[in-house]
């Protein structure tokens, strides 16, 4: 049925019948989409709807933008009942495919950093320039960012997820924060299209140039919406240090349309990154838990992570019984245990060189190897022979001597800058190790002050492991 239909436009249009119709990979809507193919090796994008209000919206969207030059696809044909139309075919490169292998290692190269670039600087193009003149009433299910709408999403999070965790919460409370997060919101509502779906799938590549789809759920509102679903967007996994130069591009090209200071900017952005965050964890909720589709639960663990490192990195005082609730919904083991997984655990050892240099049992080919023999050896006093590293005397003649505090002073330097770094992208392991000539004094010393630095500074799980006075430690993780 799908076929004769999208055939019949074709050959209305081109004047020729396809020589094959393609159905492409659905996402998570449930419009279909099809490439048919033209005898002269060109190709349309066929689509069928399954919501007339929905197709309207991006008929109509779609018409407004092209008209203004805005990079998104050209409808060439629809059906008299508009359920169906053919589009131009941007090919098959999502922005999300493009940068896979930033988001697997959290190393961006230059060519996906430049796309992401692209990417940001033009959105405001489609906020500003792109809501002048545009029928908001061809919006669907509403055509504003209003209090009503928010409150729909907070409870889709609700009721699609947080009740499916288990975890118990008073509902009193919880609606109480609910609204107050709703006039939070509202308080930065502006005259500009929300794109709302913002992410990296709905983004195509073409020539190295961001190419814009599915905006069929935009609607009149706040321009920062868009910006935290595009940064925080679940499997996206950007560094911080990567998304706040996003945020930075984002917020010079939105100069030409609405000056605003970085603090103003990030001050608000925050809270509609708690709002989005919380609506896709509802969106995966209804997808995964209810529809059972196990791409939508694939994509909790980051949402999660996000949440976790947000609730961290500022408390929201203003909605303290939400706060609350969701610290303990990222707590919660079926969530830790999945994260614990993806958190690094550095390991460090003190060893003797006539023994040989410690095996990386992780299988990532070790780490950090530093040479404690060039610093003053105790060892070589028959007083410190029977002690260690670990013991008072043999701590006060090192550091009275003070040639391994200088040595240790370097040795933080590179480990803190790695250890950063393995943090921000998400790598699970580090070896660190130390090692002089019997293993039992100056390693032993270096090996136990650079785990107790670590797990301070950092907060991460180090083990500890005196290889050849067969003690263990572990420092968990804070």
């Known amino acids: 049925m799908e076929h004769n239909i999208l055939s019949s436009l074709f050959a209305k249009h081109t004047g020729n019948q396809p020589v094959e119709i393609v159905e492409l990979p659905s996402s998570g809507s449930n419009r279909r989409y099809f490439r048919l193919h033209h005898p002269d090796g060109s190709s349309l994008i066929g689509v069928i709807g399954t919501n007339k209000q929905e197709n309207e919206a991006f008929l109509s969207f779609d018409a407004h933008f092209d008209k203004l030059g805005l990079p998104v696809p050209t409808v060439v044909a629809i059906s008299d009942d508009r359920m169906a139309y053919l589009q131009t075919d941007l090919g098959d490169t999502l922005l999300f495919q493009a940068i896979e292998k930033g988001r697997l290692t959290r190393v961006f190269s230059p060519r996906e950093r430049d796309l992401l670039v692209k990417t940001i600087r033009r959105l405001p193009d489609f906020q500003f320039a792109g809501a002048r003149g545009l029928d908001f009433s061809k919006c669907f299910p509403t055509s504003d960012f209003d209090h009503r709408s928010i409150m729909w999403d907070l409870n889709y999070f609700k009721y699609c997820f947080l009740k499916a965790t288990g975890l118990e919460f008073d509902e009193g409370p919880l609606e109480d924060d609910f609204n107050k997060m709703a006039q939070r919101l509202m308080l930065s509502a502006t005259d500009t299209f929300m794109y709302r779906d913002f992410q990296s799938r709905n983004v195509m590549i073409v020539d190295e140039q961001p190419w814009f789809i599915d905006f069929q759920g935009g609607r009149r509102g706040p321009f920062y919406y868009d910006v935290a679903s595009f940064l925080w967007q679940a499997k996206a996994n950007f560094p911080d240090s990567f998304r706040a130069e996003l945020i930075d591009e984002y917020i010079d090209a939105i100069q030409k349309y609405h000056p605003v200071s970085r603090e103003e900017f990030l001050s608000t952005l925050r809270h509609f990154v708690l709002f989005r965050t919380m609506q896709v964890l509802g969106a995966y909720g209804f997808r995964g838990y209810f529809e059972k589709k196990p791409h939508f639960m694939q994509s909790v663990p980051f949402a999660i992570a996000n949440l976790r490192a947000l609730l961290q990195e500022q408390p929201f005082d203003e909605y303290p019984y939400l706060s609350k609730l969701l610290l303990d919904l990222t707590q919660l083991k ?145």
């Open 334 to 478: 079926q969530f830790t245990s999945d994260l614990e997984k993806r958190q690094l655990t550095v390991k460090v050892m003190s060893f003797a060189y006539k023994k040989g240099i410690p095996n990386d049992p992780t299988g990532n080919g070790g780490g950090f190897v530093f040479d404690c023999r060039a610093v003053n050896n105790p060892g070589k006093y028959d007083r410190y022979k029977p002690f260690t590293g670990l013991d008072r005397q043999v701590i006060d003649f090192l550091e009275e001597d003070g040639e391994i505090l200088t040595f240790l002073s370097h040795c933080y330097s590179l480990v803190d800058a790695s250890v950063a770094r393995y943090v921000e992208r998400g790598f699970t392991n580090l070896m660190i190790c130390f090692g002089c000539t019997g293993g039992q004094h100056r390693s032993v010393y270096s090996a136990q002050k650079m785990a107790e630095h670590i797990n301070s500074k950092f907060g991460v799980k180090v083990e500890l492991l005196h290889r050849e006075q067969n003690i263990e430690q572990l420092f968990p993780r804070r």
